[in-house]
Structures are given as structure tokens and as C-alpha cells.
């Protein structure tokens, strides 16, 4: 699930949050995420299920690019 914030400061943020395999595997990494990996993998080991969040501060060309195609979209499903 995300959600696309316009903040006070003008910043356009994709928040997300999903299954760690999906999110994590969509992320730019490095190896600060090593120690994550390795929490992620014990709970997995329990039988726990894990969701991450993430964010990325979009430009206003990718807003306005993903608002086109939203719309597009959206407007097919009220035909």
C-alpha cells in the first residue's frame, strides 16, 4: 500500500509499506541494510511476518507523470 504526500514544503513523498521481500527488493541498498537483512531473516526463522516502510522524494515530473496514468485509469473504470 502507498500514499503520494505533498508536504508544507512543497516535497512530493511516496510513502509504501508491504512485505519485506517485495519493498526491500525495490529499494536502492547498501550494506547499512546488512543488520536488517539478518533481523529479517531470525523473525522469518520464528514464523513471524514482517512489513518495512519505505520512502522516496519524487520530482514533480514523476508526480505528474504518475497523475497522468492515474487518471487515464481511473477515468477507463467509470466506462
Request: proline fraction near 0%; aromatic fraction near 8%.
Amino acid at each position: 500500500m502507498s500514499v503520494i504526500v505533498r508536504t508544507d514544503e512543497n516535497e512530493i513523498i511516496l510513502y509504501t509499506k508491504g512485505a519485506d521481500s517485495i519493498v526491500l527488493s525495490r529499494c536502492i541498498r547498501n550494506n547499512k541494510h546488512d543488520s536488517t537483512d539478518e533481523i529479517l531473516r531470525n523473525f522469518g526463522d520464528d514464523g513471524l511476518r514482517t512489513l518495512v516502510y519505505a520512502k522516496k522524494k519524487l520530482t514533480e515530473e514523476e508526480y505528474q507523470e504518475w497523475a497522468q496514468r492515474y487518471h487515464v485509469r481511473y477515468l477507463s473504470l467509470k466506462s
